[in-house]
């Protein structure tokens, strides 16, 4: 058997405390499954005092192997395990670079109520590998807040797609977006237009990105679309076009720091992501692919999972609801105990 250790990411630590390593390794397995590899004794070790997620394989990790491991949203480090004159000890292997911009986007703006974005990337990865399609994938997030997945999503290479109620956020979205662009030199057209229902039944403004890496690539048109509406999720299908979406990815709002609006017009926020969810999944749904998968974490203090999964469901979304998707529930803070829930079109 061969034996490999990861060194998870230091800041997955420091907002998950004793819960990032069992989330880790619930993610592991669950990548574990799409590889045709046999995985043994994954578990948490400690090795020289430091906690590392360690496991062994029937056969040695080819560099395809290692590139889907780096996926891993919590990947820090990669070892082989090598035992020499009785003492482990641990060689580093390469990790994979596939990024299509630097994964350093999504932690660059801090606020406060911010979705960590190492969870984040966990999101998607369990969405990603929940459905069948691995090219060109569209991922929306319907509560995008200052456009946490959207920056992750593109560092995997995706276009990606936002709505976000509150102007204010998207305009610093908009500005924070352009100014990487142009410091790290990518090529790319802005656009803007105004959006409106029937009888100005609503209004929204769609502020769109397309970028390339290189001139050539841009010439070309081998572009990332990066794309945000400012308006009501509410009216999501009015956005965009039904079927459009490979996945979607949200952080429902707790309440408080986070909070959500399901009328343009109401001024107060809800607490309760089940208001939200009744208003605007019916409108997610509509441009989600068949086979699509929407993923969505939110906190379990004020809606019980099994009330999450009856909304769902009355959706005519099948909730996926066996071992490997009920095993990311945890801690926040005191009134915040976060869990995912996946769904498939």
Same mark, same amino acid.
């Given at each position: 058997?061969?034996?490999?250790?990861? @060194?998870?990411?230091?800041?997955?630590?420091?907002?998950?405390?004793?819960?990032? @390593?069992?989330?880790?390794?619930?993610?592991? =397995?669950?990548?574990?499954?799409?590889?045709?590899?046999?995985?043994?004794?994954? $578990?948490?070790?400690?090795? +020289?005092?430091?906690?590392?997620?360690?496991?062994?394989?029937?056969?040695?990790?080819?560099?395809?192997?290692?590139?889907?491991?780096?996926?891993?949203?919590?990947?820090?480090?990669?070892?082989?395990?090598?035992?020499?004159? +009785?003492?482990?000890?641990?060689?580093?292997?390469?990790?994979?670079?596939?990024?299509?911009?630097?994964?350093?986007?999504?932690?660059?703006?801090?606020?406060? +109520?911010?979705?960590? $974005?190492?969870?984040?990337?966990?999101?998607?990865?369990?969405?990603?590998?929940?459905?069948?399609?691995?090219?060109?994938?569209?991922?929306?997030?319907?509560?995008?807040?200052?456009?946490?997945?959207?920056?992750?999503?593109?560092?995997?290479?995706?276009?990606?797609?936002?709505? $976000?109620?509150?102007?204010?956020?998207?305009?610093?979205?908009?500005?924070?977006?352009?100014?990487?662009?142009?410091?790290?030199?990518?090529?790319?057209?802005?656009?803007?237009?105004?959006?409106?229902?029937?009888?100005?039944?609503?209004?929204?403004?769609?502020?769109?990105?397309?970028?390339?890496?290189?001139? $050539?690539?841009?010439?070309?048109? =081998?572009?990332?679309?990066?794309?945000?509406?400012?308006? =009501?999720?509410?009216?999501?299908?009015?956005?965009?076009?039904?079927?459009?979406?490979?996945?979607?990815?949200?952080?429902?709002?707790? +309440?408080?720091?986070?909070?959500?609006?399901?009328?343009?017009?109401?001024?107060?926020?809800?607490?309760?992501?089940?208001?939200?969810?009744?208003?605007?999944?019916?409108?997610?749904?509509?441009?989600?692919?068949?086979?699509?998968?929407?993923?969505?974490?939110?906190?379990?203090?004020?809606?019980?999972?099994?009330?999450?999964?009856?909304?769902?469901?009355?959706?005519?979304?099948?909730?996926?609801?066996?071992?490997?998707?009920?095993?990311?529930?945890?801690?926040?803070?005191?009134?915040?105990?976060?869990?995912?829930?996946?769904?498939?079109?």
């Amino acid at each position: 058997m061969n034996a490999y250790a990861i @060194l998870c990411n230091p800041g997955h630590n420091r907002v998950y405390f004793e819960a990032s @390593l069992k989330m880790a390794v619930a993610e592991f =397995n669950f990548f574990a499954r799409t590889l045709p590899l046999t995985f043994e004794e994954v $578990e948490c070790k400690n090795i +020289g005092g430091v906690d590392y997620l360690t496991f062994k394989t029937n056969l040695e990790l080819k560099p395809k192997d290692v590139e889907f491991l780096t996926e891993l949203s919590f990947i820090y480090a990669l070892f082989k395990i090598e035992n020499i004159g +009785g003492e482990e000890l641990l060689k580093p292997i390469d990790k994979a670079h596939n990024e299509f911009v630097d994964e350093s986007i999504g932690s660059l703006l801090k606020y406060t +109520g911010k979705t960590n $974005e190492i969870f984040t990337r966990m999101m998607i990865n369990i969405a990603r590998c929940s459905q069948n399609n691995n090219k060109n994938i569209k991922l929306l997030d319907p509560v995008a807040g200052k456009g946490t997945t959207l920056f992750e999503g593109l560092v995997k290479g995706y276009d990606v797609y936002g709505v $976000e109620i509150g102007e204010k956020i998207v305009t610093e979205t908009y500005h924070f977006l352009k100014k990487f662009l142009e410091t790290a030199k990518y090529k790319f057209d802005y656009s803007e237009i105004k959006i409106s229902g029937v009888n100005k039944s609503f209004s929204a403004q769609r502020h769109t990105f397309s970028t390339a890496k290189t001139k $050539e690539d841009f010439k070309n048109k =081998n572009t990332k679309t990066i794309e945000i509406v400012s308006g =009501n999720s509410m009216f999501a299908d009015k956005y965009f076009k039904r079927n459009f979406f490979d996945i979607i990815v949200g952080d429902l709002p707790y +309440g408080v720091q986070h909070g959500n609006v399901t009328n343009e017009k109401q001024s107060s926020l809800t607490r309760n992501p089940s208001e939200l969810l009744e208003m605007c999944l019916p409108s997610w749904a509509e441009v989600l692919k068949p086979g699509g998968v929407i993923v969505l974490a939110w906190n379990k203090n004020v809606l019980p999972r099994e009330q999450m999964k009856k909304i769902f469901e009355q959706k005519k979304l099948k909730v996926l609801n066996d071992e490997d998707y009920i095993q990311f529930e945890h801690r926040v803070d005191r009134s915040i105990l976060r869990d995912i829930i996946a769904a498939r079109k």
